[in-house]
């Protein structure tokens, strides 16, 4: 892979002596998930707003904004998030496109179904609309170039990347820690995402590399406890 550091699996065993090293993230929001967008400490009690016009519903506790509108929710959602040590994958669909995201995540085990989410202004959400397929890359902790490359907009993301073109046109990426690809299911518009669902019909596990995870704004490397 182009511009990577050398491949570290072979110290995942060595337990390090302090916390994981940590990187600040260099992405923007561009195709994000809201754990990867904007960053900063904020507010986390904010007055009830409802401006003219809003939906107003029903709320099962008295803690909750009962006003479906309110901005500071989104600050609330996003600061909270934070503290969501999230794994970091890169999804591609026919194009080519692609992008870095954090909400990957599986759905149901039988059948095999997997989700993840797409900003509707993020330039990858046009391709991802009408992609039938997807592929979902695990970055592992020196995936990080990997991961800034597919967070970084105005760019050829796929320019100096290794890659091959998989089942319908799907780019693969070379020298990931596992990869998987998916048939495209349901797609639907929830707020100001794009919620995606497919169903696994291929992958592999190239190798056991510490997984590469986003927390507080930072890229981080997990490894086991013991």
């Avoid at 060595?14 to 507010?43: E, F, I, K, N, Q």
């Avoid at 890359?137 to 760019?155: E, K, M, P, Q, Y």
């Avoid at 299911?185 to 669902?197: A, E, I, K, N, Y």
């Amino acid at each position: 892979m182009s511009g990577r550091p050398p491949d570290h699996a072979s110290r995942a065993s060595t337990a390090p002596t302090g916390p994981p090293p940590r990187r600040r993230a260099s992405v923007t929001a561009d195709d994000s998930h809201p754990l990867l967008s904007r960053t900063g400490p904020v507010s986390r009690r904010r007055p009830p707003y409802c401006p003219k016009g809003s939906r107003v519903t029903a709320s099962a506790s008295p803690r909750l904004t009962p006003c479906a509108a309110d901005p500071g929710a989104a600050e609330i959602l996003r600061s909270t998030l934070r503290r969501h040590a999230a794994g970091v994958t890169v999804i591609t669909v026919p194009g080519p496109a692609g992008f870095t995201a954090t909400s990957f995540t599986s759905v149901s085990l039988r059948p095999a179904l997997v989700s993840f989410c797409v900003g509707l202004t993020a330039s990858a959400a046009p391709a991802v609309r009408t992609a039938d397929r997807f592929a979902v890359h695990l970055l592992g902790a020196r995936d990080t170039t990997l991961a800034d490359r597919f967070a970084t907009s105005g760019i050829d993301r796929f320019a100096g990347v290794a890659w091959r073109a998989g089942a319908a046109g799907v780019p693969l990426l070379d020298g990931v820690s596992a990869w998987l690809t998916a048939r495209v299911t349901s797609r639907q518009t929830l707020g100001d995402h794009l919620f995606v669902v497919g169903q696994v019909d291929d992958g592999t596990v190239v190798d056991e590399a510490a997984p590469l995870v986003h927390h507080a704004g930072s890229f981080a490397s997990a490894l086991p406890l013991a």
